[in-house]
């Protein structure tokens, strides 16, 4: 792994050549496998508790814009990805995750990780991170691990509209259900209100991509961590973001790029 931006080692002068051009930008620093606590201080959340909420996703994408490969992401992620993955949930209070990703991706309960202990006690953190899954119908297997046995109970988020067996449902498995919108639709911006209220300040997003567009089209996506996959699947999978386009292109800034074996691991704020 290698920091490509931004450049905070710069190539000693002294060791250039007489006729080479002096480049800032070069880095002494060699490729190296980065530590757990490495890539937590490459993704930091803000400080609490004078920020609000902040609501990140973590996404790859292929070369040709696919997010997903015979419908699942796996095969065109990589070990450091998943490492990453990994990073970003350790440092989360919650995951926020569509029906249909729980569905095809078999969700299971986040489960807590000795690395991130210490960082997530002195957070004021419980062990490990909630799943919230955000489903308008309830169209969900209760008797999943997901719901019966999780480390810290999961919660569902759905409208007022929704099948009231489906809700008693989640309720009997032992899931916390959260109302955030009239009739059955889930509206994004209130959804991250409702669970800041309970405490979930640092919000992590996984997908899938009709769920990360309703969160673009509220303006409430705070960041996009978006690893660049050196691949190529034609066909005609989903982008990173599904749904309406929006009037006017929404504009991040780049916060950081790291490069591992041709994957790119970027990660960008809200300009």
């Given amino acids: 792994m290698r920091r490509l931006f931004?450049?905070?080692?710069?190539?000693d002068v002294t060791d250039m050549g007489p006729t080479e051009p002096k480049d800032p930008t070069l880095s002494t620093a060699p490729p190296h496998a980065w530590s757990i606590d490495e890539l937590a201080d490459a993704y930091p959340y803000p400080a609490e508790p004078a920020d609000?909420?902040?609501?990140r996703a973590n996404m790859v994408s292929t070369l040709d814009g696919a997010a997903q490969h015979e419908g699942r992401s796996q095969p065109i992620s990589t070990d450091t990805d998943m490492r990453i993955f990994g990073t970003l949930r350790g440092?989360?209070?919650?995951?926020?995750?569509?029906?249909?990703?729980?569905?095809?991706?078999?969700?299971?309960p986040a489960r807590a990780r000795e690395a991130f202990a210490a960082r997530r006690a002195a957070a004021g953190q419980g062990p490990a991170p909630a799943i919230a899954v955000v489903s308008a119908g309830l169209d969900l297997d209760f008797s999943l691990p997901l719901f019966t046995a999780p480390l810290v109970p999961t919660l569902v988020v759905t409208g007022a509209g929704a099948p009231s067996d489906r809700v008693h449902a989640a309720e009997q498995a032992g899931a916390t259900v959260v109302i955030a919108g009239e009739a059955a639709i889930v509206d994004p911006a209130r959804a991250v209100r409702e669970l800041a209220d309970r405490g979930f300040r640092r919000l992590l997003t996984e997908g899938g991509p009709r769920m990360l567009g309703q969160f673009v089209a509220a303006g409430v996506l705070d960041e996009l961590c978006?690893?660049?996959?050196?691949m190529v699947t034609s066909g005609d999978a989903q982008r990173i973001v599904g749904g309406l386009g929006l009037e006017v292109p929404d504009r991040f800034s780049l916060a950081s790029l790291l490069e591992e074996d041709g994957f790119l691991f970027a990660r960008y704020l809200r300009a």
Avoid: M, Q
């Fill in 6 to 11: 931004p450049v905070t080692d710069v190539t």
């Fill in 52 to 55: 609000g909420p902040w609501l």
């Fill in 91 to 108: 440092l989360a209070d919650v995951v926020v995750v569509g029906a249909e990703t729980v569905r095809l991706e078999g969700y299971r």
């Fill in 226 to 230: 978006l690893t660049i996959s050196p």
